[in-house]
C-alpha cells in the first residue's frame, strides 16, 4: 500500500472514553474495521477550524467514498450547550464544508447517546 492508496471512509468523533465502545462497534457493522481514516478530537464538529483542516487532508490523501460524523450527548467541549440543535448545526457546517471538498461524497452525521446511536 501507498500513501495514495484509497479508504472507505472517514470517520471523525470526539475523544470521549465513554462513546468509544458504541462508535467502534457501529464502525465494525458498518465492515470498516481497518479501512477507515480517523479524526478523534475534543467535541468533533464543534472545533471547526481543526476538525475541517483534518479532514481535508484525509479526504486529498485517501479519497474516501463516504464519512460519518459521531456527535454525541453531554459533551464536555460543547460545555452547557449540548442541545441536539447546535450539535446538528456544527455537523452541518462541517458536512457543508467537506460536500464542497469532494462533491458526491457521502456524509452521514449520527448523535451518540447512552442508550444507543441516532441520526441526528
Ligand atoms: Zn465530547
Given at each position: 500500500m501507498?500513501?495514495?492508496?484509497?479508504?472507505?471512509?472517514?470517520?471523525i468523533h470526539c475523544i470521549d472514553f465513554r462513546f468509544q465502545k458504541q462508535i467502534e462497534k457501529?464502525?465494525?457493522?458498518?465492515?470498516?474495521?481497518?479501512?477507515?481514516?480517523?479524526?478523534?478530537?475534543?467535541?468533533?464538529?464543534r472545533d471547526f477550524e481543526n476538525v475541517s483542516k483534518a479532514s481535508?487532508?484525509?479526504?486529498?490523501?485517501?479519497?474516501?467514498v463516504?464519512?460519518?460524523i459521531y456527535e454525541h450527548e453531554d459533551?464536555?467541549?460543547?460545555?452547557e450547550d449540548n442541545s441536539p440543535k447546535t450539535h446538528r448545526k456544527n455537523a452541518q457546517r462541517l458536512k457543508?464544508?467537506?460536500?464542497?471538498?469532494?462533491?458526491?461524497?457521502?456524509?452521514t452525521t449520527l448523535m451518540v447517546t447512552f442508550e444507543g446511536i441516532k441520526k441526528l
Amino acid at each position: 500500500m501507498s500513501v495514495k492508496d484509497k479508504t472507505k471512509a472517514l470517520a471523525i468523533h470526539c475523544i470521549d472514553f465513554r462513546f468509544q465502545k458504541q462508535i467502534e462497534k457501529d464502525l465494525e457493522k458498518r465492515g470498516l474495521l481497518g479501512q477507515f481514516d480517523r479524526i478523534a478530537w475534543p467535541g468533533a464538529s464543534r472545533d471547526f477550524e481543526n476538525v475541517s483542516k483534518a479532514s481535508e487532508l484525509s479526504i486529498k490523501l485517501h479519497n474516501p467514498v463516504f464519512a460519518i460524523i459521531y456527535e454525541h450527548e453531554d459533551c464536555g467541549a460543547y460545555r452547557e450547550d449540548n442541545s441536539p440543535k447546535t450539535h446538528r448545526k456544527n455537523a452541518q457546517r462541517l458536512k457543508t464544508f467537506l460536500e464542497g471538498i469532494k462533491p458526491g461524497v457521502k456524509i452521514t452525521t449520527l448523535m451518540v447517546t447512552f442508550e444507543g446511536i441516532k441520526k441526528l
